[in-house]
């Protein structure tokens, strides 16, 4: 069946980052609360919550890094995209494993899959909550028209639910090209190299 | 009225608050998760906690919102929440009169809110380091976050937007000057910006 985009479509690897800054916004909130609560000593679960964020942040802004570099056809990314379905196999196996025989805190961890397909259904979510509020506001101020913003709206949350269902590789991929990013941006930004910000609101 | 009819027993079996994600779980079809909600809020038996966002709370005639329905409300829809000020100092007892509004501080710059009883203030987003870094947080109540009390005297100085106790309402006895102090000086750079804006 052929796809065919609405005038209001916006392309999906622009799409895909806007969720992930979106959630990364989300995720760095939390986090700059739960350091300040651990900074004033008085709670200790929040220093396992911490490390928990963490991780999804670097996480979420390795494939944030990812989808810009492929938005802009970086020569690295094909070769990237071949070791991630190469090795993907594995991580699969692994997953797996991890599944059956859970141990300790790893139960708590999203999977990089996981997370990066929060970070898609959250901005549908908070879409169909702008489109609730617009459509209310439609029901109940009829002279109002706000029907143009509805439309973009409309547009906007099947270019989302498309994305959240077909935008995303096979979960051993996204954990590979996640994990192996999220080490080169650890090594380059030790090492001076600039990469996409982390949207930090406790800096 | 009678397709509100036939979605009513579902309302009563949605938690006091609930997000569009548990709406769709309950009904497992995602767009009419989207035409559930909106009848129930045309119908006002339900209420978005701010504009635009998809966190709910069912209306309940005679039973209104309790202060942990109302934390865990915020929680979910503000992940920055900060409680300050005069309620800060009620929940700790640093104070004797009680705030007749729970007052919290979020990054957003848009503050509506639909909760009873909740009023929100912007901060801008350096407000988080500073008391982080000047220990300005103390537990939490029901989850959300709670300024101690130095720092509460000290945010409301600086920004003047809360309601705060009489200063014979307060029980200076349970601040500590020094830290007063230290609250003080670690929001004047914000407190200046504030005034350069």
């Keep these: 069946m052929a796809v065919v985009s609405s005038p209001n479509s916006v392309p999906r690897e622009r799409l895909a980052r806007q969720a992930v800054a979106h959630r990364l916004r989300a995720l760095n909130e939390y986090l700059a609360v739960y350091r300040a609560t651990r900074a004033s000593g008085s709670d200790a679960h929040s220093s396992q919550r911490i490390r928990e964020l963490r991780s999804d942040v670097a996480r979420l802004r390795a494939w944030g890094w990812y989808l810009s570099a492929k938005e802009r056809g970086a020569s690295w990314i094909p070769a990237l995209q071949r070791l991630a379905s190469v090795l993907s196999f594995f991580v699969s196996v692994n997953l797996v494993a991890q599944r059956r025989h859970p141990r300790g805190a790893a139960l708590q961890h999203l999977s990089s899959y996981s997370l990066v397909e929060r970070a898609y259904a959250a901005l549908e979510d908070d879409t169909q909550g702008q489109l609730l509020t617009l459509r209310l506001a439609q029901m109940q101020r009829p002279a109002l028209d706000y029907q143009r913003d509805i439309d973009i709206l409309d547009a906007r949350l099947a270019d989302l639910a498309a994305l959240r269902l077909n935008g995303l590789p096979e979960p051993g991929q996204v954990t590979l090209v996640c994990h192996v990013l999220r080490g080169v941006m650890a090594i380059g930004g030790a090492l001076g190299f600039s990469f996409p910000p982390a949207q930090p609101v406790d800096s | ?197």
């Excluded at chain 2, 865990?72 to 300050?84: E, I, N």
């Excluded at chain 2, 101690?148 to 409301?156: I, K, L, R, W």
């Excluded at chain 2, 003047?160 to 004047?188: C, F, H, Q, Y």
């Design chain 2, 1 to 197: 009225m009678e397709a509100i009819k036939q979605v009513l027993p579902l309302l009563d079996g949605m938690p006091r608050i609930f997000s569009l994600s548990d709406l769709k779980q309950a009904i497992s079809e995602q767009e009419s998760a989207l035409d559930v909600a909106l009848r129930w809020l045309e119908a006002g038996v339900i209420r978005q906690v701010a504009p635009a966002r998809p966190i709910f709370y069912r209306v309940v005639l005679g039973e209104p919102l309790t202060d942990a329905e109302r934390c865990a409300a915020l929680l979910r829809t503000f992940p920055s929440v900060v409680m300050v000020a005069g309620s800060s100092l009620w929940r700790q007892g640093a104070s004797v009169q009680k705030d007749a509004q729970l007052e919290c501080c979020i990054t957003e710059q848009q503050v509506d809110c639909s909760l009873t009883g909740v009023v929100l203030r912007s901060r801008p987003s350096e407000w988080w380091t500073v008391i982080r870094q000047a220990e300005g947080v103390v537990g939490n109540y029901h989850g959300v976050a709670m300024l101690t009390p130095e720092m509460a005297v000290a945010d409301a100085a600086a920004f003047k937007d809360v309601w705060m106790p009489d200063r014979n309402g307060i029980d200076w006895t349970r601040l500590s000057t020094a830290r007063l102090s230290v609250a003080t000086e670690a929001l004047a750079p914000l407190r200046m910006e504030e005034l350069a804006e």
